[in-house]
């Protein structure tokens, strides 16, 4: 008697539940637009969210091999199109390290990470973003490895953005100085580029000119480089003679 009522039981159970999922596959069905949009809206939400707040901790980590990882997670997030606040200060702070961010063991820096750097400042022209400009300027300010002031630079160009002529006048600050103390053709190139995109949406073309002559003169500079730097000071003196011409 007992096993008859325990299969009829079961029977019911199984019953019951196959009505309640067919009302909700009903109601799923019935709702699978709007449903879809508002499940896909939540979830971007929760990844970005999640990539921010996991970037944000490996790159505050003490280790390279973690900042590393932070990098790589950075360029993917950039790529597709995830700028949040978490991301964007993991990028501020890995474009600082071991320059405005500094850890030290007994006097000796821990966190000089150059080439991570580097990466960061390059995903930070992908952003185009005023943000990024700012966080880019005090890089080309404060840096002093040639390979990180050129990626640095090489992202100003790409954003394009020169209010008041304040990232022409970063670069040009910083090519000079290390026209001084150590004239690197890499960076040369990468200003000179900087310069040509940057020349439309400058007001004291002075700046660029004076810079550009400099770079042309100074034989430290591979032959190519000197003479691009004076095929785009030719280009930006004819553009100024023709527009005053006009």
Same mark, same amino acid.
């Given at each position: 008697?007992? *096993?008859?009522? !325990?299969?009829?039981?079961?029977?019911?159970?199984?019953?019951? !539940?196959?009505?309640?999922?067919?009302? @909700?596959?009903?109601?799923?069905?019935?709702?699978?637009?709007?449903?879809?949009?508002?499940?896909?809206?939540?979830? $971007?939400?929760?990844?970005?969210?999640?990539?921010?707040?996991?970037?944000?901790?490996?790159?505050?980590?003490?280790?390279?091999?973690?900042? &590393?990882?932070?990098?790589?997670?950075?360029?993917?997030?950039? $790529?597709?199109?995830?700028?949040?606040?978490?991301?964007?200060?993991?990028?501020?702070?890995?474009?600082?390290? +071991?320059?405005?961010?500094?850890?030290?063991?007994?006097?000796?820096?821990? #966190?000089?990470?150059?080439?991570?750097?580097?990466?960061?400042?390059?995903?930070?022209?992908?952003?185009?973003?005023?943000?990024? *400009?700012?966080?880019?300027?005090? =890089?080309? &300010?404060?840096?002093?490895?040639?390979?990180?002031?050129?990626?640095?630079?090489?992202?100003?160009? @790409?954003?394009?953005?020169?209010?008041?002529? @304040? =990232?022409?006048?970063?670069?040009?600050?910083?090519?000079?100085?290390?026209?001084?103390?150590?004239?690197?053709?890499?960076?040369?190139?990468?200003?000179?580029?900087?310069?040509?995109?940057?020349?439309?949406?400058?007001?004291?073309?002075?700046? =660029?000119?004076? !810079? &550009?002559?400099?770079?042309?003169?100074?034989?430290?500079?591979?032959?190519?480089?000197? #003479?691009?730097?004076?095929?785009?000071?030719?280009?930006?003196?004819?553009? +100024?003679? !023709?527009?005053?011409? *006009?």
């Amino acid at each position: 008697m007992k *096993k008859t009522v !325990s299969i009829f039981s079961m029977l019911s159970l199984m019953a019951v !539940s196959s009505f309640l999922f067919a009302q @909700e596959q009903s109601v799923q069905k019935n709702n699978t637009s709007s449903n879809t949009k508002s499940e896909s809206s939540v979830e $971007d939400e929760y990844f970005s969210d999640m990539d921010g707040v996991v970037i944000l901790s490996l790159a505050s980590s003490d280790e390279y091999d973690n900042k &590393l990882t932070a990098m790589q997670f950075l360029e993917d997030a950039v $790529d597709n199109g995830n700028v949040s606040e978490d991301v964007m200060k993991a990028l501020n702070q890995l474009a600082g390290e +071991g320059i405005s961010t500094q850890a030290r063991t007994n006097g000796r820096l821990m #966190n000089n990470f150059p080439d991570i750097r580097r990466r960061a400042c390059l995903a930070l022209g992908k952003v185009k973003t005023e943000e990024a *400009k700012n966080y880019l300027v005090k =890089v080309t &300010l404060a840096e002093n490895e040639p390979m990180v002031i050129a990626a640095a630079v090489n992202s100003l160009g @790409e954003i394009g953005i020169n209010g008041n002529d @304040e =990232v022409v006048d970063a670069i040009a600050y910083a090519n000079r100085r290390n026209q001084i103390l150590n004239p690197t053709s890499s960076l040369a190139f990468e200003v000179i580029s900087a310069y040509e995109k940057l020349a439309e949406n400058t007001n004291n073309k002075k700046i =660029v000119i004076d !810079s &550009l002559t400099k770079i042309a003169a100074d034989y430290h500079y591979a032959t190519p480089v000197r #003479n691009r730097a004076m095929k785009v000071l030719k280009a930006i003196n004819d553009g +100024g003679s !023709s527009s005053s011409k *006009k």
